[in-house]
């Protein structure tokens, strides 16, 4: 519908995960009138996002050097590694500062429905990490969904003769959540898990 | 909490309108693991919009020549001018195939509250056009907003004096929508606006 070069913008835009037409539109023409600085910064940042960054060689994060700033931290634990699907899911993680191991990022979960299987993620990887018997303990962090409990029965079954502590994150409650509005498999995950209250 | 550029590229994604945190994290993402060439035609495409792409030098709608598509095709009535906010607009007015005459591009429309005043609207170049008198019908067709009604009366207004036909685009319900769902505003233009059916 528009000239040229601006329905090409609006394709391109639209490609993108999340962006509707309409919101390619909206981007688009924000564009057209912002300054030629600011789309200058967005298009030298794209084109050096693809040019700088790898996936650490040690755990698969995304990284700028061979190793992600975590495996590269003398004061993170090797001993224990957390596993998780993508490197968002690294990021959410640091952000409780709760977890001073280090990480292993699988690239996914497996999903029959989408064709990916074990060998299409970072497995491979992690037995090779594994295999020196110096990791302590594997916390399976996958997606409390479908593909992410299968892939996490899949490593803990795969794991289970090498004789280290294989733990999964809890289920529950949100905290900050309403109980009553809670799904019941969540609601069903918070009771099998209940903790007796020291008090 | 990303390592340089990616935390970069997802600012930069974040500025963009409609793209919150999480979107541009997605979008980040899709990006780092996209294929260098479809990046790489995203960062083209966004150069050259802000090369080639320039502002009808007649009705201000986005163009790639002096004029755009519709000011450069000799089968538009220029004598009837249809006034809108934005090119987006002229785009929605397009798709109907309804419209044969030609466009004006304000630029948005008069709000107080956000300091825009009629002087940073395409209205002197709107006069302009109408001066040699040989326009003949002028349709507001501003949203039908508190500014896009003010734009529009103040427009009808100001060429009062002009002898021209001024009308405003009908208010009323949404073809395929449900009356019930309908607030009260639309349905009383729907009233106000109701016809005599030839039956």
Do not use: W
Not at 115 to 130: K, W
Not at 173 to 184: C, H, T
């Amino acid at each position: 519908m528009y000239e040229g070069v601006v329905q090409d913008l609006i394709d391109e835009l639209g490609r993108l995960p999340g962006v509707g037409p309409k919101s390619a539109q909206r981007i688009a023409f924000h564009i057209l009138q912002a300054e030629p600085a600011d789309v200058r910064r967005l298009t030298h940042v794209l084109a050096e996002v693809k040019d700088k960054v790898r996936f650490c060689a040690v755990c698969g994060n995304v990284a700028q050097e061979e190793r992600c700033r975590v495996c590269a931290d003398p004061r993170r634990d090797p001993a224990v590694i957390c596993v998780v699907e993508e490197s968002k899911d690294v990021v959410a993680i640091e952000r409780t500062r709760e977890f001073r191991g280090t990480y292993h990022v699988l690239g996914g979960a497996i999903s029959p429905i989408d064709g990916v299987g074990p060998d299409d993620l970072r497995i491979r990887e992690l037995l090779a990490r594994l295999a020196d018997g110096s990791v302590t303990e594997l916390i399976l962090a996958t997606d409390p969904n479908l593909e992410g409990e299968a892939t996490a029965t899949y490593l803990a079954r795969l794991v289970s003769a090498m004789g280290l502590k294989v733990t999964r994150l809890a289920s529950g409650l949100p905290v900050g959540g309403d109980l009553e509005y809670a799904d019941e498999v969540t609601l069903g995950r918070a009771f099998e898990g209940r903790r007796t209250l020291d008090v």
